[in-house]
Structures are given as C-alpha cells and as structure tokens.
C-alpha cells in the first residue's frame, strides 16, 4: 500500500535510517504531485546565455515536459515563450535551434517576432470590426526568467523567489565552475546529447552524485583505463592527500560531491596522457588560475571534482570533462535526458578536444559510463515491479560527522527538499546534523 505524500519518506536522525518509499519511483499519483508542487513551483534550468548569444538565436527547449522558446530578441533581451500560437494551439517553433527574425506557425502562417509580438496574419481583414487585438494574441511569456553567471532558469511559478536565493550555496560551485574560464566565462559547446531511459526521474540526481557506485558499476572503464596505461595520476602525490570527496547538503535541497583527484583535468592539471605538446599551454593556465584566485580556490579549480546538483533536475557534472545536464518525467518509469558540454570560452585546439572527448568517450550515452548508470538505474525500476520489498535504503553515512561522497547525504538532501514539497511542509533542514544545514543554509 503507498503511504500518504508525508510518509513517503522516513527520515530517522536519532536511529540513523533514512528510507523511501517505492512508490515515489512508481506512482502516476506522485508524478502528478511532482508536477504541480515541484516543476511548476522551483526554478527549472533551460539553456545558457552562449547558446543565443545573438539577436534571433534561438533554443526549443523540452522544460519539466512542456515545450518552450528560449530566444534572444532585437532588442538584446533573453525570453522565454511557451511554444503555442495563440491562434488555434500548434507549436510555433518547430525546429530545436536557429536564428530567426520572425517566427510562422505553419498552421495558418500567423507571425510572431523574436521579442514575440504578432506580426503577420494571413487575411486581417477578416477579424475587422470586431474586438480582436493582435498585440494581446503575441506568444505568451514564462512568468520568470533569471540567469546567474549564464546560466538562465524560468519558472512557472510568478512568486517564486529571486533565482539567487533559492540557488543558496549551489551558487558558490557555479562560480567554482564558471571560474575555470580566465575570462570567467563559460559556453556551451555546439551539440548536445540525448537519451531516455525506462527509469524514474529521481534516479538520475541519485545516481549523478553517487561515488558509492563508481567501481562496481564502471568495472569496464577502470579496466579499459588500467589497459591503456592508467588515470596519470602520479602516485606519489596522492600521499598524504585525502583522496575520497566529501559530500554537502547546500541548502533548497541542492547537494556537491567534491573530490581531490590525482589524474588530469583538461582545464589546468597536466598529466602524461595528455601529450607533451599541450603541456606548456596547461600549466600556463594553471599558473594563472592559481595568481587569480589564491592557492586555496585555485587549487579547487584545477585539481577537484564536482558533481553539483540543482533541486529539482539540473546536474553539473565537473569532472573529465564539464557537463551540464538536464531531464524530465514523461511518466514514472521514463525520463528523457539531456547533456551538453560546458567549456571556457577561450579555450580551443587540444585542450578542448581532450574535453569534448571525455565528453563522448566517458559521459556519453554511448561512452564507457552513461551506457552502466542508465542499465543500473532500468534494473531497480524492474526491480520494484518485482515487489517484496517496499522501501529504498538511503542511510549510508548518516550519522557521521563528515560526510563522504560515498556516503548518501547528498541523496538524502534531495530527498528532504522533495517530500517538504510533495507534503506541503516546507523544510529549511536539509543536512543529517540541524545545526550544520543552518549554517550552509546562512553561508
Ligand atoms: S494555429 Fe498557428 S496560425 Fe493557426
Ligand atoms: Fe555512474
């Protein structure tokens, strides 16, 4: 039987246990709950500045399952329109990206321009001496558009609250990330990647944050990099290091792993793999990373990972390479996925292909690890068809001090911040130990 929407999750700090229920992953109930009470109430990413970085270009964007314009106006202006004629309903923009000054719907060829204003109808004449007013027939506007450090969010929800706020400390590590650029920049190389998978949604923040299930699951790849001669990690090094991430609740229910790594960044950490001839230009970045920001946070610019996830689905994964990573429910066993690299704006010839070739080789659908998470995750969707069992156990960790990141406090931050909001309860306690999320939740 599914408990109510409160019980969905049981969240014992004293004893230590931290479960949920299956039926989140399974209900059309749920899912409904989760559309009305978190994909048309939080800030929902949909694209990058760099991605209509000139008047006309613009993005179809998939958001939360509701097709949407990202477009950059005559006027400069970044918008947002739900992809609709106000004529008879059929989607305006049929293509996914483009430069345009006028949109046709291609049902009855209404126009619409880049800032959304009705501007041609086929036959005016026909609407004369009556009350129609073509201004008031434009595309209709996402009640909220905001973007931090190029990253733009809308929201279906007028009263929610500025996008900084509600990105509490998650903003700290786009900074880290957007940091990574020496002009501070970052863009969205062209291309992207596409995938479903017959799974839940909440899957993926879990599976995107979990160092738990690196070597059992990507046996393959770390036997393939074995193979070919290793990570490059200078061993030596690693000594007296703590190598291991650690895990932080960041407030609104979005969570970081972070992990000091021994092998190579492509933005600023050389090692042998990545060939001589780019080594001069690495460490030149490095260097100047490190003058920019101090050795503290130049050190974590160039010599950790991170996998930041923004409640509700938005994944930053910064690790062999930058990826920015989005998905959607279109029912509770499928989600469709969507990823694109991020990469400084400077940054070309073999750095940047050593980025875009992690890209594909690791987090890609057909690379060494995306092909692993989507099976791991399809197989705990069929396994709670097989019943027996009605809850998930998400303890791991729970009464440490210090979170790992193969603990599962990150999940449990997630899942704290989602059943606040399938309840109706709202939380501000989103670590393991109250006082700690306090004071991430102040910082
Ligand atoms: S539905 Fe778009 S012009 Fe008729
Ligand atoms: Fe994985």
């Not at 875009?356 to 060494?368: I, Q, S």
């Amino acid at each position: 039987m599914q408990p109510d929407s409160h019980h969905l999750v049981i969240d014992d700090r004293e004893g230590g246990i931290f479960r949920v229920h299956r039926s989140a992953m399974t209900s059309e109930e749920v899912l409904e709950l989760e559309r009305e009470r978190i994909f048309a109430r939080c800030w929902l990413y949909v694209g990058h500045d760099s991605e209509i970085a000139e008047a006309g270009d613009y993005r179809r964007r998939d958001v939360a399952g509701r097709s949407i314009m990202f477009v950059r106006g005559k006027d400069g202006a970044a918008r947002a329109f739900y992809n609709t004629c106000p004529h008879r309903g059929a989607i305006v923009c049929r293509q996914d990206e483009g430069n345009a000054k006028t949109f046709q719907c291609f049902y009855h060829a209404w126009t619409f321009n880049s800032e959304g204003r009705l501007v041609g109808i086929p036959g005016k004449e026909a609407y004369e001496g009556t009350r129609f007013d073509a201004a008031e027939r434009s595309l209709k506007h996402v009640p909220r558009l905001e973007q931090y450090r190029g990253f733009w969010f809308l929201s279906f929800n007028p009263e929610v609250e500025p996008l900084e706020e509600y990105l509490a400390g998650a903003s700290e590590y786009l900074d880290i990330v957007c940091d990574q650029s020496l002009d501070g920049r970052m863009r969205i190389v062209s291309g992207s990647h596409r995938y479903s998978s017959r799974a839940n949604w909440k899957l993926l923040p879990e599976n995107s944050l979990d160092g738990y299930h690196g070597l059992p699951t990507h046996q393959t790849y770390f036997e393939y990099v074995t193979n070919v001669g290793g990570m490059g990690g200078d061993e030596s090094k690693v000594k007296g290091r703590t190598f291991g991430g650690t895990a932080k609740a960041l407030g609104n229910g979005h969570a970081v792993v972070e992990t000091w790594v021994p092998w190579g960044r492509p933005v600023a950490r050389w090692v042998p793999q990545m060939g001589e001839a780019v080594k001069p230009e690495i460490e030149a970045v490095r260097e100047r990373l490190h003058e920019l920001y101090g050795p503290e946070r130049g050190e974590r610019i160039t010599d950790y990972n991170r996998n930041l996830l923004i409640f509700p689905n938005l994944v930053v994964n910064d690790i062999l390479a930058t990826v920015v990573r989005t998905f959607h429910p279109l029912r509770p066993d499928y989600m469709e996925v969507n990823a694109w690299a991020l990469a400084p704006v400077e940054e070309e010839g073999a750095r940047l292909q050593a980025r875009l070739h992690n890209f594909l080789e690791f987090l890609g659908p057909g690379g060494f690890a995306t092909p692993d998470d989507v099976e791991a995750l399809e197989s705990c969707q069929i396994g709670y068809r097989a019943g027996g069992e009605e809850w998930n156990d998400v303890s791991r960790g729970m009464r440490r001090d210090v979170a790992t990141d193969s603990d599962e406090l990150q999940m449990r931050t997630f899942w704290r911040e989602w059943v606040a909001r399938i309840a109706g309860t709202p939380t501000s306690d989103w670590g393991d130990h109250p006082a700690a999320a306090a004071a991430t939740a102040v910082d």
